[in-house]
């Protein structure tokens, strides 16, 4: 008897004990359970939480020994035995479970790079690259596909992505182009919000969302001569003009994290630059979440590691992601505190950000992987959006009568590196970092898409393009490899010979060519185009591939608009939107269709040039008001030129439009 109550004793002085523990009690406010949480911590254990370890460079013991806030898989870095989304959430558990065997049991958050699907896990949904939704520019898209990427991430454990990139794109050398979703801010302004609300909802809350970054913390698309991790030069207008505004509607919606770029916005690295952290992102814009460099990116800056560490500090930096050094980075940091270099006080406030994210996430209540979302990873419902945003995002660019194809008879010619290339067509951040062509991760390649969509026709793939002789038409599909940053930087945008080869296979067939383009940016395709009858940029579209045919064959009709300039030669490059001189191949904003194959005349020159020669005059104004009025052709969008909103396109509309281009209304009345 006297033992039952010494038990029933120490039970109720142990829930005494949790529930004095107001971190621990799920009905405290956050801030509540922050402060309580920060005053129990130890210098070092503040320490280790402002650290992003990767996880193959972590021992059993460490999360808890040294009570790491973050671990991280590089796009490399995979789960075994088989990479598949049931290993990711055993590996998250044992972590996750090491890391609550620390004294305060603060569980770890878990980042990947999730920029376009979860890529890193074999048989997950594959999206298109971010250029591809700049293409779509569809809003409620971007929230579905947030949605359903969280949903996968969530599945395997994981909290955390580092995405979406919210660059604004200005120079197509840059290896990381395909990472924007235009060289126009507006488009990142249109989805970055409800980007953001897919992958987070309103609250973090419930199990099925996850937190996203905005990165890279700023101007990383700008720098000079598009090189990577370079210094981009211009005044703070211009900043605030052209790459500041797609982060203010992530900042709106709540995004929980910032990655910081590793270039340098004149002259000085954005990872020691407090301006920008500090005072605009933190006090100007009330940023609430925290702030991470990327992949060891203040190891860039001048000085001993210690002098990096203080400097990165000290400009705002919350969490370093420091994968293989972080032991040392623990080290050198508290000798930075302990010597007054590091404020104690700009200690607690990084951890707070930090410890207020995970509290958000409610990851103290719910540590481990949601293994009810398994399921879902790569599931049919998943696929469909993935799909969904292919045919979005395709730009039909040329065409002279041949689409949409009939797959109900004849013969279809299909060529091309990329036309059965799974690998190629979802491009790097997918399984590795770089990318890897191949059959890489189950998909639908763009020819086994063809031939699922074809009902009555003959379907003849010959990569080489031989063979093509004798068949109603060819499709080609050629373009890019995969690659990232780095490796992606190229000088020389044309078409590789071996491409070239495969078109001059077809041209001698004398049949309709029609070529697809895979390509994370616009490739120089001037010397040919005049060869093809049709011309489609199909961007990396990931692992559906179905969705081109959808377009191709009719079931759906091209929507996509260019999200960037397509250029002439290599040596307009950069070129963009509103420059002085602008005489690209196609305009920015371009793109047909097959129900209005005729667009509103546009030219190449710019918006309203119909005559091409460089200025917008009364001729195109009455060009432009002929075409809405006296041909606007049949099923045309009405949005597009019902500016009355009466419901019909009439000389209203067109007088509207032509004041628009020319502002001379008054000579048409």
């Not at 992003?52 to 995979?78: F, M, P, R, V």
């Not at 980007?195 to 419930?206: K, R, S």
Request: charged share 15%.
């Amino acid at each position: 008897m006297k033992k039952k109550i010494i038990i029933m004793l120490l039970m109720l002085l142990s829930i005494t004990i949790v529930w004095s523990q107001t971190y621990l009690d799920p009905n405290a406010s956050i801030e509540a359970r922050v402060s309580d949480l920060l005053s129990r911590m130890t210098l070092d254990e503040k320490c280790g939480q402002m650290l992003q370890a990767e996880k193959n460079a972590l021992n059993q013991g460490d999360l808890a020994n040294y009570c790491i806030g973050s671990i991280l898989s590089g796009a490399s870095s995979t789960a075994e035995p088989n990479n598949t989304a049931s290993d990711w959430a055993d590996m998250y558990d044992n972590f996750q479970q090491d890391a609550l065997n620390g004294r305060l049991g603060i569980p770890v958050i878990y980042g990947v790079d999730a920029v376009h699907g979860f890529g890193n896990v074999y048989g997950s949904t594959v999206f298109p690259h971010n250029i591809g939704l700049g293409a779509a520019r569809d809003p409620d898209l971007m929230e579905q596909i947030g949605t359903v990427t969280a949903r996968e991430v969530a599945a395997t454990g994981v909290d955390w992505t580092f995405g979406p990139c919210l660059t604004v794109p200005r120079d197509e050398r840059w290896g990381r182009t395909y990472e924007g979703f235009g060289e126009d801010p507006e488009i990142g302004e249109m989805l970055a919000q409800k980007y953001i609300l897919g992958f987070q909802g309103t609250t973090l809350q419930g199990g099925e969302k996850i937190t996203a970054t905005a990165k890279h913390w700023i101007a990383d698309g700008g720098t000079t001569n598009g090189i990577d991790q370079g210094n981009t030069v211009c005044t703070e207008a211009v900043l605030r003009q052209i790459h500041l505004p797609p982060y203010i509607p992530a900042l709106n919606a709540g995004v929980g994290t910032a990655m910081i770029s590793f270039s340098s916005w004149n002259g000085t690295k954005c990872h020691e630059y407090s301006y920008l952290i500090n005072e605009m992102l933190k006090n100007e814009f009330g940023f609430k979440g925290f702030v991470i460099s990327d992949y060891n990116g203040i190891q860039q800056l001048s000085g001993t590691y210690s002098d990096q560490i203080r400097k990165s500090i000290n400009a705002g930096i919350d969490m370093l992601m420091e994968p293989n050094s972080w032991q040392s980075c623990i080290s050198n940091l508290r000798t930075l505190v302990n010597n007054g270099q590091i404020p104690q006080s700009r200690i607690d406030d990084a951890v707070s950000r930090i410890l207020r994210v995970k509290f958000k996430l409610g990851l103290f209540e719910n540590p481990y992987a949601n293994r009810n979302l398994l399921n879902t990873v790569g599931s049919a419902a998943h696929r469909a959006v993935a799909r969904e945003a292919v045919r979005k995002s395709l730009v039909l660019l040329k065409n002279e009568n041949v689409l949409p194809l009939s797959g109900n008879s004849g013969s279809i010619f299909v060529a091309g590196k990329n036309a059965d290339n799974m690998g190629n067509q979802c491009g790097a951040w997918t399984i590795s970092w770089q990318g890897e062509s191949g059959d890489i991760t189950p998909g639908t390649t763009i020819l086994e898409g063809i031939r699922e969509t074809v009902t009555g026709a003959r379907v003849t793939y010959n990569q080489s393009g031989s063979g093509a002789a004798g068949h109603d038409v060819a499709i080609v599909v050629i373009g890019e490899t995969p690659y990232a940053e780095g490796r992606g930087y190229d000088t020389d945008l044309s078409l590789t010979q071996d491409d070239i080869s495969v078109l001059n296979n077809v041209y001698s067939a004398h049949i309709p060519v029609i070529v697809v383009l895979v390509s994370g940016r616009p490739m120089i395709v001037t010397n040919q185009i005049d060869n093809w009858d049709g011309f489609v940029a199909a961007w990396l579209p990931g692992t559906e591939g179905r969705g081109v045919a959808d377009v191709l064959f009719g079931d759906y009709d091209f929507t996509g608009k260019l999200p960037c300039t397509w250029p002439r030669t290599m040596s307009q490059i950069p070129i963009n939107v509103g420059d002085s001189s602008y005489d690209p191949l196609f305009a920015y904003n371009y793109g047909l269709s097959c129900s209005a194959s005729t667009p509103a005349p546009t030219g190449t020159t710019g918006p309203g040039d119909v005559n091409n020669d460089g200025s917008i005059d009364i001729v195109d104004a009455l060009l432009i008001a002929q075409y809405y009025v006296d041909l606007n052709p049949p099923n045309f969008d009405i949005s597009r030129a019902d500016t009355n909103c009466n419901g019909n396109i009439d000389i209203v509309d067109a007088l509207l439009i032509a004041q628009y281009y020319v502002g001379l209304i008054e000579k048409f009345c």
